[in-house]
């Protein structure tokens, strides 16, 4: 599976699903929120064209950009399509965002490590260029006039000696058919109407008017929902359970045991499956659970504090930096402050409750 990190041209065709030189063009089922810039997951709010996997256009002009990461705060469904939007000359509020699907010609879709604009800033501004190029080079065609006298701006394209005007939405088809080029100027940082601009976050309104669809709200015939019970400890195991106070709860259907995954990261736990919310949760409330924590007994948070006090006072640290003689500086000072700060073991804490939806 290619990544975005080492994505050549022949890798861009690839995964672009594209075929020789020609921009795969393809049609993608009209959505339901024409007039909105949050849709539902995966889907082009238009019948559009795929300039690239990132990058898609209706014959209105609308401009639908993928955001191929998850959106947990950090803001890349805003970021992604700044950047996009930077080098293809629209504005944020002249394009609709969805969500794209799990799908090897995004390359690497995970999301963790701040990488999804540290690895791919770069990438996505030359695949953005690329498209604008090949609507200029479109426009270029359709008027017969030289490339160079025609530029990009907020989703047209203009001749510059005719002041001949065409819509992204009117290039498009022909742009997609257009030979990809092999090299696209950026704009210098200085020409930047978006990145490193003040704006205001593409997502704040669904957010705050409760019309963001988060992945709770996915609801399918027939669904059940489940609920776990985990042991409290890193790496505990369930020693054993009974389940039959559960099974008497309204809606609970079954009950059975969660095995640790293969990275041994998560607890195991005892899953509650019935035909509501409440139900699981009422499910989980009845279990009777042994725990077995053999092995990990001193995962404690105390225990933690207690062997990282005894490093720092017994073991060489790694110096992160040096600057100047801190040693010195300690020494000859008139007033000394000794405190200890210290933070517990945590995972990340998320706003919206862990889940997921499954076809079992």
């Given at each position: 599976?290619?990544?975005?990190?080492?994505?050549?041209?022949?890798?861009?065709?690839?995964?672009?699903?594209?075929?020789?030189?020609?921009?795969?063009f393809?049609?993608?089922?009209?959505?339901?929120?024409?007039?909105?810039?949050?849709?539902?997951?995966?889907?082009?709010?238009?019948?559009?064209?795929?300039?690239?996997?990132?990058?898609?256009?209706?014959?209105?002009?609308?401009?639908?950009?993928?955001?191929?990461?998850?959106?947990?705060?950090?803001?890349?469904?805003?970021?992604?399509?700044?950047?996009?939007?930077?080098?293809?000359?629209?504005?944020?509020?002249d394009?609709?965002?969805?969500?794209?699907?799990?799908?090897?010609k995004?390359?690497?879709?995970?999301?963790?490590?701040?990488?999804?604009?540290?690895s791919?800033?770069?990438?996505?501004?030359?695949?953005?260029?690329?498209?604008?190029?090949?609507?200029?080079?479109?426009?270029?065609?359709?008027?017969?006039?030289?490339?160079?006298?025609?530029?990009?701006?907020l989703?047209?394209?203009?001749?510059?000696?005719?002041?001949?005007?065409?819509?992204?939405?009117?290039?498009?088809?022909?742009?997609?058919?257009?030979?990809?080029?092999?090299?696209?100027?950026?704009?210098?940082?200085?020409?930047?109407?978006?990145?490193?601009?003040?704006?205001?976050?593409?997502?704040?309104?669904?957010?705050?008017?409760?019309?963001?669809?988060?992945?709770?709200?996915?609801?399918?015939?027939?669904?059940?929902?489940?609920?776990?019970?985990?042991?409290?400890?890193?790496?505990?195991?369930?020693?054993?359970?009974?389940?039959?106070?559960?099974?008497?709860?309204?809606?609970?259907k079954?009950?059975?045991?969660?095995?640790?995954?293969?990275?041994?990261?998560?607890?195991e736990?005892?899953?509650?499956?019935?035909?509501?919310?409440?139900?699981?949760?009422?499910?989980?409330?009845?279990?009777?659970?042994?725990?077995?924590?053999?092995?990990?007994?001193?995962?404690?948070?105390?225990?933690?504090?207690?062997?990282?006090?005894?490093n720092?006072?017994?073991?060489?640290?790694?110096?992160?930096?040096?600057?100047?003689?801190?040693?010195?500086?300690?020494?000859?000072?008139?007033?000394?402050?000794?405190?200890?700060?210290?933070?517990?073991?945590?995972?990340?804490?998320?706003?919206?409750?862990?889940?997921?939806?499954?076809?079992?």
């Amino acid at each position: 599976m290619a990544t975005l990190t080492d994505t050549s041209r022949r890798n861009f065709l690839k995964i672009a699903g594209l075929g020789g030189t020609a921009v795969y063009f393809g049609l993608f089922s009209s959505g339901t929120h024409a007039n909105g810039i949050m849709p539902i997951n995966g889907e082009a709010a238009f019948e559009s064209v795929e300039l690239n996997p990132w990058i898609l256009i209706d014959t209105n002009g609308k401009i639908t950009i993928v955001d191929h990461r998850a959106e947990m705060g950090q803001g890349s469904f805003h970021s992604v399509p700044q950047i996009l939007a930077e080098e293809l000359e629209v504005g944020l509020n002249d394009i609709n965002v969805i969500f794209g699907q799990g799908n090897k010609k995004y390359g690497s879709q995970i999301t963790g490590g701040s990488s999804t604009i540290r690895s791919n800033y770069k990438k996505f501004l030359k695949l953005s260029a690329t498209a604008r190029e090949m609507l200029i080079a479109a426009a270029a065609a359709t008027w017969a006039v030289p490339h160079s006298e025609c530029y990009a701006e907020l989703g047209h394209v203009i001749h510059k000696a005719s002041g001949k005007k065409a819509h992204y939405g009117e290039l498009v088809a022909k742009a997609s058919k257009m030979a990809v080029p092999k090299d696209v100027k950026l704009k210098q940082r200085s020409e930047y109407k978006l990145i490193g601009k003040p704006l205001r976050r593409i997502d704040t309104k669904g957010k705050t008017n409760g019309t963001t669809i988060f992945g709770l709200d996915k609801k399918l015939p027939g669904m059940m929902y489940a609920a776990v019970e985990r042991n409290p400890r890193l790496r505990g195991k369930v020693k054993s359970f009974d389940a039959a106070e559960a099974l008497k709860v309204p809606g609970v259907k079954k009950v059975f045991k969660i095995k640790m995954l293969v990275f041994k990261t998560y607890r195991e736990g005892v899953a509650v499956v019935a035909t509501s919310t409440w139900a699981a949760f009422e499910g989980k409330k009845k279990l009777k659970v042994e725990w077995d924590d053999s092995g990990f007994e001193h995962i404690n948070t105390d225990d933690i504090y207690k062997r990282q006090h005894e490093n720092v006072m017994t073991k060489e640290g790694l110096p992160l930096t040096k600057q100047g003689d801190a040693d010195k500086a300690i020494a000859n000072g008139s007033k000394k402050l000794d405190l200890v700060y210290q933070t517990p073991y945590q995972s990340h804490y998320c706003m919206e409750p862990l889940n997921c939806t499954a076809h079992y």
